[in-house]
């Protein structure tokens, strides 16, 4: 047994809020799942594994409603994905020490905080202008984010729709369908690098648990955002708890470095 039962019920809960929250804006949570896990497991294996889980449970439901109310279209959205995909699987093939896991953990928890207060406070009206740019910048967004996702064990998400909304790629609610696309077949795909680097670590009592948690707030979070709800402040306080922690790490593993 990992978890004790009083951790095990306050990470779920924990998870529950994560998952209703990113999923109102097209994210899985990955980010604050691995800030919350690294609080209360100590094998990365395991981290990575039931985030990246958690994550595809997630955006699955969130990809679903996207599509069904045409928010979502494939063909533009497979220029990201293309690329993604095999460099997602390669990032989490990577057999990486500990303390370099974690690293890349604090600084990938400490850049999502970023991107999720600055995107916040970015504002887009419907009379704002969608530009166009050629279709190999998508490629190269993807496959980079891609990477990314893999070797820390995030969808990537997170990275991508702010970005696409500074660069006004789209539509809020398109950017929204993109990146929970985005992040579900780069679970996929990062699930499939942790199998064949035999690094897929599921401890079933705590998966199950915290899988019912993330289905239940996913479905909450993303039927909530069709209705236009968007609690900026929640995300707000969750980006500054996803900072800490992300600093906490970096504290705790940079000097060993060194």
Partial sequence: MLLSTENLLL????????????????????????????????????????????????????????????????????????????????????????????????????????????QTFYQKTDKERIKTYPTYLSYLLGGAIGLLSGVVGIGGGIFLAPILNHLKWGKAIQIAALASFFILVNSISGLAGLVKGNMLELPLRETLALVVSVLIGGQLGIRLSLKRFTPKRIKRVTALLVFIVGVRVLIKYLPEMF
């Fill in 11 to 118: 990470v779920c809960l924990g998870f529950f809020i994560v998952a209703a929250l990113y999923s109102s804006v097209g994210f899985g949570g990955g980010s604050s799942y691995l800030a919350l896990l690294t609080l209360f497991l100590g094998g990365f294996f395991a981290i990575r594994s039931i985030a990246l889980i958690c994550n595809l449970v997630v955006v699955s439901g969130s990809t679903y409603l996207y599509f069904k109310n045409g928010h979502a279209k494939l063909k533009d959205f497979l220029p990201f994905v293309l690329t993604s995909i095999p460099l997602a699987f390669l990032g989490a093939s990577f057999r990486l020490e500990e303390h370099v896991f974690f690293i890349l953990l604090g600084f990938s928890l400490v850049t999502s905080a970023i991107f999720l207060a600055w």
